[in-house]
């Protein structure tokens, strides 16, 4: 009986998951999670907005370059203020680098001066495994209607040295412009760099 | 006063000599960090006048754990990278890369080195320079080091060298280091025609050797120049195709975006060959050009035909019988038939055991099939590779055999998951010993299982199920033609006091099968998750004894609140203990250690030893196993204990490769689908002087090894 138990819950649990990988074009991974103050968010939610993914960990020097030079913050600001949802997204495992509590995520906005949306923890790795979270920082842009448009990394720059900001290219307001213009998104999937994502 | 003046001057003299030394050396400069010892050097002690090249290097010697990365870093990390400021004139080339380790990290994975890399740059050097100048190469060096977490690291390196007429010597401090790196360092050659062919679910990299080449590609490695090309936590197996040999592997991101695809018709990157006798890797540099790659190649159990593969199944359902896992069941079952045969309808219980086997091998086909959808390898067994499966298992066992013991009764409710037969006999109970016996049966492979369900994985969901139906059917069979056949029911004893005995006594099977799940459990997770099963064990013995007490208590019609909360407390913190999720014990300890023990001397098996021995032309036995697997124990006490065995091993220079199935392993699970197995056990001969292996049977015994060994003919 627990293994009929066991395969039902698989094979209902699994098959939305089945298509997995994430695919330019194609409708990004639903997910649900809980955010730093407790509160719940599902993709769907944020229906007719264009949404940005932000996987991040604050002890990455990856991460401290951009939010050490303002430069992250400085995004968020921008994208937000012309109408993005900005999810910021902690896939450490308890005990690994980047974990943070809830607490901990809002006292980290605060002090960086961030302004995502919203920061969902996911502790798990579920939403990260969904979308094959790589990087620290590693980057996605949703479109109105819940498409995948840009996955990869936030600027042409794959380096610590905060130098390198200023004649970066970055990808993700790039395919925010384009995305809120209707029109292609010209790289739609980059290398994306940083430090692994501490599952 | 004399003496004093001496000495000073020996260390004068000493400190000169040192200095000199040095210089004439390339004094290396170098940078140390916790992690990281970087080092400029030279491979020679000058720079020519007439003008040439020289060779310069960054070594790197890395604290254990940590690593650096490769040109492609693979899923994270940074290459190590080098700005150089040089006198005018001068030029650097770009770094000459050894191949990388593939550095699994969860399911991340990424290119790069650990211990130590040597990353040569050579050096132009132009010509009329003048001999006695000296030249000073300096470089601005920038890593990144990673072990859990990641530390960008840079320091700026400088090294002098004087100018030589001449040719310059070799620097002997670092010529080893210069040799050994030279030798990991891929070969630009024509060795393979390759070609790649890619959609958006899969890419295939196809090799084929020229130049007279023979190659199979066993234990073979491809690394991409560029991210993004294939999934590169994905183990790659190799399979031997048309000549060559390809890697069939799911795409990275790049790849899956269709526009890029498009765009992408070369990818350039390094083939490493498993070492061969004697010598370090082979790599070469290859670019696969877009083209038709050859088709896999149908594998040898496509070709049953499909009734034939039914009829394989039926057998191994039925052999299923016999085997040491669904004895205690089949003894219920007896019990259960002594009564059931002075009912009624004896028939309408073997039909709802039928079911109830049909049933479970159903869900347990299409729980496969979800799985291998999700890209998993499962095979038969795959559920008790997991721990939290196992755990759940002995507390089954371990509550049917409180059950038979007595300690509660269960009054025919679908908790009873089976047991209830032995109290009364239900056409539910029969339906859940039937679950039952599949749910045992799973760590038991009999004969003519494994044709049968390599044929099923290969043909699409439906015949899948249908083979598995066939399995369960040949499993329920005997039953069922008994529970039909009044004469033979006649043939039982008559029912008595002595059932109540012989149910009591059946519980012992029980608790030793929990045992035994406790010991699989052992080899899978740390001594803490043990421990938290057994005390949830305990915890399940105090729910089970509350609901007999619970029973008792209204059948005496007394109040039942206290035994109500003492089930309550059980059963609620046996579950609670199975919540939080095992941490697995490491890979590499554990069964296979155990099997280390035994008379015969084995050693882990990987894809990589696996070709090394055969590139050494020794004849080796294979032994795909699992502590899980009832079968695989039974074939290595009877047939690979005895010292004779192991004399034959030592005497024919027969090297013993253990594989270790008990947790996941995609290596194995690679090596079990090529020779068309979905579960273990497999053991596999491999002749002396290379040629295709043997597939021995599933059942071994003394002799079969013997004459597989070549000792009696």
């Known amino acids: 009986m627990i293994r009929i138990v066991f395969a039902l819950v698989f094979v209902l649990g699994l098959s939305p998951f089945v298509a997995a990988a994430p695919m330019i074009g194609q409708p990004a991974p639903k997910f649900t999670a809980v955010d730093s103050n407790g509160k719940s968010h599902a993709l769907a939610d944020f229906n007719g907005k264009t949404v940005i993914l932000e996987w991040t960990n604050h002890d990455c020097p990856y991460v401290r370059k951009q939010y050490g030079s303002g430069n992250m913050q400085k995004v968020q600001q921008d994208l937000t203020a012309a109408g993005a949802v900005w999810l910021s997204i902690i896939s450490s495992a308890p005990g690994k680098q980047g974990f943070v509590t809830g607490a901990q995520a809002n006292e980290l906005s605060a002090s960086r001066g961030a302004h995502p949306t919203a920061v969902l923890l996911d502790p798990a790795g579920t939403i990260g495994r969904a979308y094959e979270a790589q990087t620290t920082p590693h980057m996605f842009v949703i479109d109105k209607a819940g498409v995948l448009r840009y996955m990869g990394a936030i600027d042409d720059q794959p380096t610590t040295d905060a130098s390198a900001i200023a004649s970066a290219r970055n990808y993700v307001r790039e395919a925010f412009a384009a995305v809120s213009a209707g029109a292609k998104v010209v790289e739609a999937s980059t290398d994306s760099y940083g430090c692994s994502v501490k599952y | ?713």
């Not at chain 2, 004093?4 to 020996?10: Q, T």
């Not at chain 2, 260390?11 to 000599?17: E, G, M, S, T, Y």
């Not at chain 2, 859940?432 to 049968?452: D, N, S, Y």
């Not at chain 2, 882990?604 to 055969?614: C, G, K, N, S």
């Open chain 2, 1 to 713: 006063m004399t003496a004093k003046f001496m000495r000073n001057l020996a260390v004068l003299l000493a400190l000169i000599v040192a200095l000199t030394s040095a210089r004439l050396a390339g004094a290396a400069d170098s940078a140390k960090t916790p992690r990281v010892e970087a080092t400029l050097v030279s491979q020679v002690q000058g720079v020519p006048a007439q003008g040439g090249t020289v060779a310069l290097a960054l070594h790197l010697r890395i604290a254990p754990h940590w690593h650096t990365y490769w040109r492609n870093p693979g899923d994270s990390g940074e290459a190590t990278q080098i700005a150089w400021t040089l006198p005018q004139g001068f030029g650097a080339g770009e770094i000459v890369w050894p191949h990388p380790q593939r550095l699994p990290f969860g399911q991340l994975a990424n290119y790069g080195y650990s211990d130590e890399v040597l990353l040569r740059v050579d050096i132009a050097v132009p010509a009329g320079l003048k001999p006695g100048d000296s030249v000073t190469f300096k470089g601005a060096m920038s890593w990144l080091v990673c072990k859990d977490i990641c530390i960008p690291e840079q320091a700026t390196l400088d090294l002098a060298l004087p100018v030589v007429d001449g040719a310059p010597a070799v620097n002997e401090t670092w010529r080893q280091a210069f040799e050994d790196a030279a030798r990991l360092v891929p070969v630009k050659s024509n060795s393979f025609d390759a070609k790649f062919a890619a959609n958006d679910a899969e890419v295939t990299l196809y090799f084929f050797p020229t130049l007279n080449r023979i190659e199979r590609g066993v234990g073979a490695q491809f690394f991409p120049y560029e991210k993004g090309l294939i999934k590169s936590s994905t183990a790659q197996v190799s399979q031997p195709r048309d000549g060559g040999f390809a890697f069939t592997l799911p795409p990275g991101w790049k790849l899956r975006d269709a526009e890029k695809r498009k765009t992408i018709d070369r990818i350039e990157g390094v083939l490493v060959l498993a070492p061969l006798a004697g010598n370090s890797s082979q790599s070469f540099e290859v670019a696969l050009h877009r083209g038709p790659v050859p088709a896999a190649p149908m594998l040898p159990a496509n070709d049953l035909p499909l009734a034939q593969a039914i009829l394989f199944a039926v057998l191994g359902g039925l052999i299923l019988n016999l085997m040491p896992c669904v004895f205690p069941i089949l003894s219920m079952k007896a019990l259960a038939l002594v009564k059931a045969g002075h009912a009624e309808r004896p028939w309408m219980d073997g039909l709802a055991y039928l079911f109830g086997v049909v049933t479970t091998f159903t869900g347990l086909a299409v729980a496969l099939l979800a799985f291998r959808a999700a890209g998993e390898d499962a095979g038969w067994g795959f559920q008790l590779q997991s721990p939290l499966v196992v755990a759940a298992l002995a507390y089954v066992l371990v509550a049917v055999g409180l059950n038979l013991s007595g300690v509660f009764q269960v009054a025919g409710s679908v908790q009873g998951a089976g047991q209830s037969l032995a109290n009364q006999p239900g056409v539910i109970g029969s339906f859940f010993t039937g679950i039952l016996a599949v749910v045992v049966a799973a760590p038991c492979t009999a004969p003519f299982m494994g044709a049968a369900m390599s044929f099923a994985f290969t043909q699409g969901p439906v015949i899948t199920i249908v083979i598995f139906i066939a399995l369960g059917f040949g499993l329920a069979l005997p039953w069922v033609v008994f529970s039909f056949s009044p004469p033979l029911i006649r043939l039982l004893p008559k029912p008595g006091a002595w059932m109540e005995r012989f149910k009591q006594f059946l519980a012992f099977p029980m608790y030793a099968a929990a045992a035994w799940l406790v010991w699989v459990l052992s080899q899978q997770v740390t001594p803490e998750g043990l421990f938290r099963v057994l005390i949830g064990t305990v915890m399940l013995g105090l729910g089970a004894w509350a609901l007999g007490m619970a029973q008792e208590r209204k059948a005496m019609g007394h109040s039942r609140l206290g035994s109500l909360f003492l089930l309550l407390l059980g059963a609620g913190a046996s579950i609670a203990l199975l919540l939080p999720p095992f941490a697995q014990r490491a890979a590499t300890t554990g069964f296979v250690e155990a099997a280390k023990e035994g008379s015969i001397p084995s050693e882990p098996y990987t894809a990589v030893r696996l070709a090394e021995l055969r590139a050494q032309g020794r004849p080796i036995f294979v032994n795909l196993t699992a502590a899980w697997c009832v079968s695989c124990l039974y074939n290595e006490q009877v047939a690979l204990s005895s010292t004779l065995v192991a004399d034959v091993f030592k005497s024919t220079g027969t090297a013993y490769l253990v594989g270790d199935w008990t947790n996941r392993n995609p290596e194995i699970s690679a090596l079990l689908k090529q020779y068309g197995r979905e579960g273990v056990p497999l053991y596999l001969y491999f002749p002396a002087g290379g040629g295709e292996p043997q597939i021995l049977p599933q059942l071994l015994n003394q002799g079969i090894m013997l004459e597989t060994l070549g000792m009696t003919k």
